[in-house]
Nanobody, 122 residues
């Protein structure tokens, strides 16, 4: 079975730091791009960062450039999202998403994982 499990969410003050992890299983990790999406309260899901294990391509939304860093550990089938200088508007449920190929992801996506909640207090 395919699984994408996000970990690492929590409550943090504005300006703080969190690292999210996305652990993948059930598909060939090296052939896939993994992206982080988030959904803020009352809003739709938005893609924020992507890394491709297939060709090394990357993509980040303007709202997180310079603050969030995405990385991949192929030996652990895990993608990380380091989030610095967090803002209240970064609050939301963060999901990892997988698609065969490169970044940025284009719908329809192959696999969605369960999310992890990030809450940034002001």
């Amino acid at each position: 079975d395919v699984q994408l499990q996000a970990y690492g969410g929590g409550l943090v003050q504005a300006g703080g730091y969190l690292r999210l992890s996305c652990v993948a299983s059930g598909f060939t990790f090296d052939d896939y791009a993994i992206a982080w999406f988030r959904q803020a309260p009352g809003k739709g899901r938005e893609g924020i960062s992507c890394i491709s294990n297939y060709d090394g391509s990357r993509w980040s939304a303007d709202s997180v450039k310079g603050r969030f860093t995405i990385s991949s550990d192929n030996g652990k089938n895990t993608v990380y999202l380091q989030m610095r200088s967090l803002r209240p508007e970064d609050t939301g449920v963060y999901y990892c998403v997988a698609q065969n190929g490169n970044c940025p992801l284009v719908a329809p996506y192959d696999y969605w994982g369960r999310g992890t909640l990030v809450t940034v207090s002001s």
